[in-house]
């Protein structure tokens, strides 16, 4: 269950944003999502199996809505969170 969802960011250009989800219980594995599209970690994106993602040397090309699918171990029900917005 999640218990917090990630918030909407407004963050300057060259800077680091950072979402952040909080659930209750196990969790098997997080995935984060920009625009539907599963990020992979990469020089732009850490944490992205984590409940933290960071969005590095943020810039204009990285806005858009930013969503965490988090399955369950022992379900493996799947929970995906609210939109979270990077402008």
Same mark, same amino acid.
């Given at each position: 269950?999640?218990?917090? $969802?990630?918030?909407?960011?407004? $963050?300057?250009?060259? #800077? !680091? !944003?950072?979402? #952040?989800?909080?659930?209750?219980?196990?969790? !098997?594995?997080?995935?984060?999502?920009?625009?539907g599209?599963?990020?992979?970690?990469?020089?732009?994106?850490?944490?992205?199996? @984590?409940? @933290?993602?960071?969005? $590095?040397?943020v810039?204009?090309?990285?806005?858009?809505?930013? #969503?965490?699918?988090? #399955?369950?171990?022992?379900?493996?029900n799947?929970? @995906?969170?609210?939109?979270?917005?990077?402008?």
């Open positions: 269950v999640i218990t917090t $969802q990630p918030k909407t960011i407004t $963050q300057c250009y060259n #800077t !680091a !944003a950072m979402f #952040t989800v909080e659930t209750s219980g196990s969790v !098997a594995t997080y995935a984060w999502y920009r625009n599209v599963l990020l992979s970690n990469s020089s732009k994106y850490a944490g992205v199996n @984590t409940a @933290t993602l960071t969005v $590095q040397n810039g204009v090309s990285d806005a858009g809505i930013y #969503t965490v699918r988090i #399955t369950e171990p022992c379900s493996a799947t929970i @995906t969170s609210n939109p979270a917005v990077l402008v």
